[in-house]
């Protein structure tokens, strides 16, 4: 099993558990279990998957205080699969820097363009690429770019 496929499986299933704990208000264990249950895992990071999920989850509101400043609306108001991906994308950058912010932001601008509206990716390109610059400034995205 590649891990970096393993990994992207991980975060596409993050992405739908995410988006489905938001509209159904379920806890988050019970939506884990359910995915688990429910959809082949044999080619997915599942220790990852549930980091993803429960930290996610767990930070949420600190998640969103990070990206509130960068968008162009309310948190609440951005449509809950992009606010999946970028809860996704917040997390890894903020907490998971072993992995690239480039690395970040193309995973989460796949999702994006996997799961999302026609042009959401853009949206989530400058939000994220802006958050990597306040929380990656060892890596100095800004003069990367």
């Known amino acids: 099993m590649n891990p970096h496929h393993a990994r992207s499986r991980a975060r596409r299933f993050?992405?739908?558990?995410?988006?489905?704990?938001?509209?159904?208000?379920?806890?988050?264990g019970d939506i884990?279990?359910?995915?688990?249950?429910?959809?082949?895992?044999?080619?997915?990071?599942v220790p990852y998957l549930r980091e993803l999920l429960h930290?996610?989850?767990?930070?949420?509101?600190?998640l969103e205080a990070s990206l509130t400043p960068l968008l162009d609306r309310p948190f609440v108001e951005v449509d809950p699969v992009e606010r999946s991906v970028l809860l996704i994308g917040a997390y890894e950058l903020s907490y998971r820097c072993e992995i690239p912010y480039r690395v970040v932001i193309?995973?989460?601008?796949?999702?994006a363009k996997l799961f999302g509206?026609?042009?959401s990716y853009k949206y989530i390109n400058g939000i994220l690429d802006k958050l990597a610059q306040k929380t990656r400034t060892a890596e100095n995205p800004a003069t990367l770019n």
């Open 117 to 119: 509206a026609h042009d």
């Open 55 to 62: 930290r996610s989850v767990e930070r949420a509101g600190e």
């Open 14 to 28: 993050a992405v739908q558990a995410l988006y489905q704990w938001q509209i159904s208000k379920q806890d988050i």
């Open 32 to 45: 884990e279990t359910q995915f688990v249950a429910d959809y082949e895992m044999d080619k997915v990071d």
């Open 106 to 111: 193309n995973e989460a601008i796949r999702l």
